[in-house]
C-alpha cells in the first residue's frame, strides 16, 4: 500500500483548508495513521494522528485546537481539516501509518501536498 495526499493550495491566513490521504493499492487496514509536515529547510516534523477506530486523537501543541484529524475507513482515507491557518502552517503534508504512542512513520512516503499560507 501507499499513501496519496491531495487537498493542499494557497490560502489567506486565517482561512481553511482540508487534505484528503487515500490509501493506495490496499487498505489503510488496522493501522494508526499520522499527519506530518516539512516546511523549508526544517525536518519532517509530526502534526496529528488517529488510532484504527477513530476513539483516540493526538496533535502537536502547534496545532492543537485549529486542526482536526478523521478518517473513513470504509473509503480508505484519513482526513485533516485546518483551520485558522497561519503563514507558520506553509509546509509539504504526508500521511503515514504510525506506531501508535511514539507516532512513529513506518510506512512509504507519499509525493505530499503543499499548502501555503499567505499573510
Known amino acids: 500500500v501507499r499513501y496519496a495526499e491531495s487537498g493542499g493550495g494557497l490560502v489567506q491566513a486565517g482561512g481553511s483548508l482540508r487534505l484528503s490521504c487515500l490509501a493506495v493499492?490496499?487498505?489503510?487496514?488496522?493501522?494508526?495513521m499520522g499527519w506530518f509536515r516539512q516546511a523549508p529547510g526544517k525536518d519532517r516534523a509530526f502534526v496529528a494522528a488517529?488510532?484504527?477506530?477513530?476513539?483516540?486523537?493526538s496533535y502537536s501543541d502547534s496545532v492543537k485546537g485549529r486542526f482536526n484529524i478523521s478518517r473513513d475507513n470504509g473509503k480508505n482515507t484519513v482526513f485533516l481539516q485546518m483551520n485558522s491557518l497561519t503563514p507558520e502552517d506553509t509546509a509539504v503534508y504526508y500521511c503515514?501509518?504510525?506506531?501508535?504512542?511514539?507516532?512513529?512513520?513506518?510506512?512509504?512516503w507519499g509525493q505530499g501536498t503543499q499548502v501555503t499560507v499567505s499573510s
Open positions: 493499492g490496499g487498505t489503510l487496514r488496522s493501522n494508526a
Open positions: 503515514n501509518q504510525v506506531a501508535w504512542g511514539r507516532m512513529i512513520p513506518s510506512g512509504p
Open positions: 488517529i488510532t484504527w477506530t477513530g476513539s483516540s486523537t
